[in-house]
């Protein structure tokens, strides 16, 4: 690359002498270097640094107030991925000077007195090295974009995917659609207070409607019967448990893993005697275990073409006895303290009035 190509570079040049900056000054212009900063007081670099940004910088080390070293220390706390390279000054050629000046962040050494075709190489060599590094970093910054924007599309079409999924499975349930709003938002309560992060309440929140997903293969006959089933029906009916968990298989988002986790496990019951595997205690992954709760409180207090709906008082009653049988007792508990958090979603997704 030409001297011509850098000139607009700006370079940082930092020594007491006022002699030897005029000097450097002379051989840079001289060469068509334009942008320079010129600095006597090193106490100022880090200031000056932060405004200007620069490409490079020659540096002195035997200074008044501050020495070559300390500025180094200065500027590497900055913790700027663009330092440019830090050229030292020096009139000392003794190796343990050397060898600290490196080890405190120099790139390159210039002899005192200059010589000025070395000074000129130095320089253009090292300008070109940090517009590489400048090149690759902001390139890198572009591709970091890149992948996070593609990122957050992916996430966003899971989403949408998902939720499309569970409104498909309510045009097949006599549950209504609010039974998935309050069914899911009562899951992330729960899981809020167990302590799980924001990200996991988000994805219980996103992955719980679609827990009975598998219910869309499951006869009109069976679906939309009033009676209660005939045994025979009741196994058809059990099996939306596996055809969820099949429907929601094969993608290893942690979104669409929860969701089958849930779709599949949110019959089992803690004493062993739930569908479709008989998983009892802790076998059973936790978020079924929280979607089981959610999703018997709010079926309880909801109107099915079968029943009507149970007072809050009685389905907390049923929720109590059936705390170490159908439920996790310790999530039991924790629903119980949350009760007021709960009944407040249920009014807040209610039922239109008919
Ligand atoms: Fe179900
Ligand atoms: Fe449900």
């Given at each position: ?52 940004h ?26 700027d991925p663009l ?50 590094h400048r090149l690759v970093h902001s390139q890198k910054v572009v591709l970091e974009k890149m992948v996070r924007a ?205």
């Open positions: 690359m030409s001297t011509e190509a850098l000139r607009g570079e700006c370079i940082l040049v930092v020594d007491d002498e006022p002699t030897n900056l005029k000097l450097l000054d002379r051989m840079l212009r001289g060469q068509g270097y334009q942008n320079l900063v010129l600095v006597e007081d090193p106490r100022k670099v880090v200031d000056l640094y932060r405004t200007i620069p490409d490079l910088i020659l540096l002195d080390i035997n200074m008044p107030h501050l020495d070559g070293y300390q500025v180094m220390e200065q500027l590497k706390a900055l913790n330092l440019p390279p830090i050229v030292i000054l020096t009139a000392q050629h003794s190796k343990d000077y050397l060898l600290r000046a490196l080890a405190g962040g120099a790139r390159d050494f210039i002899g005192k007195p200059f010589d000025r075709n070395e000074l000129l190489m130095r320089v253009r060599n090292l300008l070109d090295a940090q517009l590489a593609r990122t957050e599309e992916l996430r966003r079409t899971r989403l949408q995917v998902v939720q499309r999924l569970g409104m498909a499975a309510e045009y097949r349930d006599e549950e209504t659609g609010n039974h998935i709003l309050r069914m899911s938002h009562i899951c992330a309560l729960i899981a809020r207070a167990i302590g799980w992060s924001e990200e996991g309440c988000d994805l219980i929140l996103n992955a719980s409607p679609m827990h009975d997903i598998g219910k869309i293969s499951i006869p009109d006959a069976i679906m939309l019967k009033p009676e209660k089933f005939e045994p025979h029906e009741w196994e058809i009916m059990k099996t939306h448990a596996v055809i969820g968990g099949k429907l929601l298989d094969g993608d290893d988002s942690d979104l669409m893993r929860m969701a089958r986790e849930i779709a599949l496990t949110h019959h089992e019951k803690w004493d062993g005697s739930g569908y479709p595997n008989g998983l009892a205690g802790e076998a059973i992954p936790l978020a079924g275990r929280i979607a089981a709760l959610a999703d018997v409180f709010d079926a309880l207090t909801s109107v099915r073409p079968y029943k009507q709906a149970w007072t809050v008082e009685a389905a907390v009653n049923m929720i109590k006895e059936n705390s170490d049988k159908h439920f996790d007792p310790q999530l039991v508990e924790v629903f119980l303290r949350e009760l007021p958090g709960i009944v407040a979603i249920r009014e807040r997704f209610a039922e239109p009035a008919m």
